[in-house]
């Protein structure tokens, strides 16, 4: 059961990617919707991990 939900995750996220793919070529109006909302999604990632204080100390650090 969980690697169908893992699995299932993993599709939305593989087909959110291509849409803002396709979305910055020009894409249909839906294709430009689901792209929207998925780097929405990823802000709200970005923001709640910021929040808790965690830092993966390889991509933030200067050098």
């Given at each position: 059961?969980?690697v169908?939900?893992?699995?299932?995750?993993?599709?939305?996220?593989?087909?959110?990617?291509?849409?803002?793919?396709?979305?910055?070529?020009?894409?249909?109006?839906?294709?430009?919707?689901?792209?929207?909302?998925?780097?929405?999604?990823g802000?709200l990632?970005?923001?709640?991990?910021?929040?808790?204080?965690?830092?993966?100390?390889?991509?933030?650090?200067?050098?």
């Open positions: 059961m969980t169908l939900v893992l699995s299932g995750v993993l599709l939305l996220v593989v087909g959110g990617c291509v849409c803002v793919v396709w979305a910055a070529r020009g894409g249909p109006r839906w294709v430009r919707g689901v792209a929207r909302v998925t780097l929405a999604a802000e990632a970005r923001a709640s991990r910021r929040s808790s204080g965690r830092s993966s100390g390889g991509d933030d650090s200067d050098g």
